[in-house]
């Protein structure tokens, strides 16, 4: 198929003028920074979805989003443009310090926090949870770190996401062969082989993690209660110096006094973070 709008392979062309549209849009809603190294993979992860809305180039379907009243357009552009990759216990070093450093010192001072009679109260956040591998690692890791004792505690386990698909995924709570492979053999026992290349998440460990779709944009974000410890590893990895300077002042706000955020390995607030204190690369503690 060849024609003005298309290439020898059927690809509809996206001129630089279209590029620039779509990534400034981008940019302004999710954050995301699309620099032009990024054409090519805006081209070809948009495609399939252009050509199946039956555009047949890229300045009607950009129009026909800007112009939709309802999120939905949007939200499939950006379910194409985010990247959800992740996998179960991804940098693990993460979560060896959270079981021996963080919670050991949060919960003695949560216990003693808590009202007689009450379960004390542990409320982490993971922000990016893509398709739930990194909640449900989490999920896991408290299973195993309370034991019996999880009963005495009310434990509030939130993800988010801003990408439609990854949701659903992450609620299905089944993955692939492929995609458990990295469980380390003590945790396997948290998934149950349902099919010749399926494992489900065990329904105890899916019910402690509540999914919820949330850009990371917005100004405010719809939470009741502020929590002990955020999860946002390689999300910010998207995101411009502002951005990223913006998004880890809101992590902030709604931290409890003390509270952790854990980042990806690749990123960095630097040794100085200003309102974060350094406790070791990747994990900072809010002062
Ligand atoms: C590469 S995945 C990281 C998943 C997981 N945190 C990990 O480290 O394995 C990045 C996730 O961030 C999400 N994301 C990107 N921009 C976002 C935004 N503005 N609001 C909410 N989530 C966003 C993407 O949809 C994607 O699922």
Redesign the pocket.
């Known amino acids: 198929m060849t024609s003005a709008n298309f290439n020898a392979e059927g690809i509809i062309r996206l001129s630089d003028k279209e590029f620039r549209m779509i990534s400034e849009l981008v940019y302004d ?4 920074n699309l620099t032009d190294k990024k054409k090519a993979l805006v081209r070809g992860r948009l495609n399939s979805l252009v050509k199946s809305q039956g555009f047949t180039n890229f300045k009607s379907y950009y129009q026909s989003v800007i112009e939709d009243p309802t999120e939905g357009s949007l939200l499939s552009l ?2 194409r443009i ?6 179960f216990f ?2 693990a070093e993460h979560f060896d310090v959270l079981t021996k450093r963080v919670l050991p010192k949060l919960c003695r001072v949560l216990e003693k926090q808590s009202t007689a009679g009450q379960p004390a109260s542990l409320r982490i956040w ?6 739930g ?2 909640p449900y690692t989490l999920a896991m890791v408290l299973a195993e770190y309370f034991g019996l004792k999880i009963e005495r505690w009310d434990i509030g386990l939130l993800a ?4 439609v698909s ?1 949701l659903g995924q992450a609620v299905d709570g089944s993955y692939t062969e492929q995609r458990v492979a990295g469980v380390p053999a003590s945790y396997r026992k948290y998934f149950s082989k349902t099919g010749p290349d399926r494992y489900d998440v065990a329904d105890k460990i899916k019910r402690m993690v509540l999914y919820k779709r ?4 917005r100004e405010q974000y719809p939470f009741k209660g502020k929590f002990h410890v955020i ?5 910010m ?3 411009d110096p502002e951005t990223k300077k913006k998004l880890v002042g809101k992590f902030h706000r709604y931290l409890h006094e003390s509270g952790y955020l854990f980042i ?1 390995h690749s990123e960095t607030l630097g040794k100085d973070p200003g309102i974060y204190r350094y406790v070791q690369p990747t994990v900072y503690q809010k002062v």
């Open positions: 809603r999710f954050g995301i950006i379910d985010s990247t959800n990759h992740s996998f991804r940098e993971c922000a990016g949870s893509a398709a591998e990194e988010t996401d801003i990408s990854a949330l850009n990371l944009m999860f946002c590893r390689n999300v990895i998207y995101f990806g």
